[in-house]
């Protein structure tokens, strides 16, 4: 079964902060994050493992409770280039991405 | 990270018709996968490609219907068979190195296949 995401959709203005969400009814192993710009291929944004870690790079980060089934990115002080759709990506164990239902997030000035 | 490209990056075809899409790494990896996207749509995996076998399908996708080659550690193409309008999508190759779990996909620019 398809990871849920929320928001479905999310506007903000530059400098916010934001949070996506994505939630699995099944065990997960890994969570992948990805960004897709209209009309691009969806760009690897960070890979978190099981063991409840926290990950991130400039100003997005993201956190994976195994135990809850569920994952977080966290954008803050959000820029115009943030604006894209996020999926996150999920594996139980194998190697086969099962992606969420996607969060669209857009910046504004 | 990889450098994928795909072949063609868009095309307009008739219903009943065959389209082959080309899938190919400037370096050789371990996993490469296909993936449907509808318009405003999530990511579906349609088929892994394994190299040397036959590729494994996700449940509701089957070979006749998207048969799919593996020819060497670089290239794949996936061909969408005897199409209909339901088939419009983008199309999109994804490779992997180590073929786990840890595993990071990159994605090739996808084809965009519009069925009349």
């Known amino acids: 079964q398809q990871p849920v995401q929320s928001p479905q959709a999310v506007i903000l203005r530059e400098g916010e902060d934001a949070v996506i969400n994505c939630s699995s009814s099944?065990?997960?192993?890994?969570v992948h994050w990805y960004r897709q710009k209209h009309g691009e291929a969806p760009v690897f944004l960070m890979i978190?493992?099981?063991?409840?870690e926290q990950k991130g790079h400039d100003k997005i980060s993201a956190s994976f409770n195994e135990k809850k089934q569920q994952s977080s990115l966290y954008l803050t002080a959000s820029q115009l280039s943030y604006s894209g759709t996020y999926f996150c990506?999920?594996?139980?164990?194998?190697?086969?991405?099962?992606f969420g239902t996607g969060t669209q997030l857009k910046v504004e000035l | 990270s990889a450098v994928i490209s795909q072949k063609p990056s868009r095309d307009i075809c008739q219903r009943g018709t065959s389209l082959t899409i080309q899938c190919q790494v400037d370096?050789?990896?371990?996993?490469m996968f296909w993936y449907r996207q509808q318009p405003g749509q999530s990511l579906t995996l349609i088929a892994t490609a394994n190299q040397g076998s036959e590729a494994t399908y996700e449940s509701g996708f089957v070979i006749d219907k998207f048969p799919i080659s593996r020819p060497n550690l670089t290239f794949s193409t996936l061909t969408v068979s005897n199409m209909s309008p339901e088939d419009s999508s983008i199309y999109l190759c994804?490779?992997?190195?180590?073929?786990?779990?840890?595993?990071?996909?990159?994605f090739g620019p996808g084809t965009r296949l519009t069925v009349l």
């Open positions: 990506g999920t594996t139980g164990g194998g190697n086969k991405l099962t």
């Open positions: 099944k065990a997960l192993y890994s």
């Open positions: 370096s050789q990896v371990t996993m």
């Open positions: 994804s490779v992997g190195t180590s073929g786990t779990s840890t595993d990071t996909q990159y």
């Open positions: 978190l493992l099981k063991g409840g």
